[in-house]
């Protein structure tokens, strides 16, 4: 592709990406890191415009899975360093930050599956993509998508009722008239 071919193919993909893309990353960091991760993402898809198929947003949210995973990386690595000025110099203390994101029991069912299940849900339900779509995010096939989604579900159904049993809720069928 031409240089003038790239810029247009970019200019066309970019507007149909960049709020969904902008979402995706607010619900799985806070504000700042999802705008670096934004730029990150953006910029690897420049990089490779030549790459990008027809429906690119599943391309692109594995790219922004991958810029956000180096994100949280560099941001643990600060926070070793953090930790290591803090022995020698220690802040004072502060309030942590508060729970942010969706109803409270779904953040703590999502909290208690394994990351790799918690991910794969909220690419279904946050996001809105099918099993393909989840592959192409994930690098896996679709067949195994559809598995892990499964299982997912079913573990999550499990957390959430849990959760309710623990709140007083009566484990039961709706309409159970014995």
């Given at each position: 592709?031409?240089q003038?071919?790239r810029?247009?193919?970019?200019?066309?993909v970019?507007?149909?990406?960049?709020?969904?893309?902008?979402?995706?990353?607010?619900?799985?960091?806070?504000?700042?890191t999802?705008?670096?991760?934004?730029?990150?993402?953006?910029?690897?898809c420049?990089?490779?415009?030549?790459?990008?198929?027809?429906?690119p947003?599943?391309?692109?949210?594995?790219?922004?899975?991958r810029?956000?995973?180096n994100?949280?990386?560099?941001?643990?690595?600060q926070r070793?360093?953090?930790?290591?000025i803090?022995?020698?110099?220690?802040p004072?203390?502060?309030?942590?930050?508060?729970?942010?994101?969706?109803?409270?029991?779904?953040a703590?069912?999502?909290?208690a599956?394994?990351?790799?299940?918690a991910e794969?849900l909220?690419?279904w339900?946050?996001?809105d993509?099918r099993a393909?779509?989840?592959?192409?995010?994930l690098?896996?096939s679709?067949?195994?998508?559809?598995?892990?989604?499964?299982?997912?579900?079913?573990?999550?159904?499990v957390e959430?009722?849990?959760?309710?049993?623990?709140?007083?809720h009566?484990?039961?069928?709706?309409g159970?008239r014995?």
């Open positions: 592709m031409q003038d071919e810029r247009t193919r970019f200019e066309q970019v507007p149909t990406i960049v709020n969904a893309l902008r979402r995706y990353l607010a619900r799985r960091t806070d504000a700042a999802a705008e670096d991760a934004l730029a990150d993402t953006l910029l690897v420049w990089r490779r415009v030549d790459d990008l198929p027809a429906d947003l599943p391309f692109v949210y594995g790219v922004a899975r810029c956000l995973a994100a949280e990386r560099s941001r643990r690595r070793r360093l953090a930790t290591q803090a022995t020698l110099d220690p004072p203390a502060s309030a942590p930050p508060p729970e942010e994101g969706p109803d409270p029991d779904v703590r069912a999502l909290a599956l394994r990351p790799a299940d794969l909220r690419l339900a946050w996001e993509l393909t779509e989840i592959a192409v995010v690098g896996i679709s067949n195994a998508a559809s598995i892990r989604l499964h299982r997912a579900r079913a573990a999550f159904k959430i009722g849990k959760l309710r049993h623990a709140a007083g009566q484990p039961g069928r709706e159970d014995r």
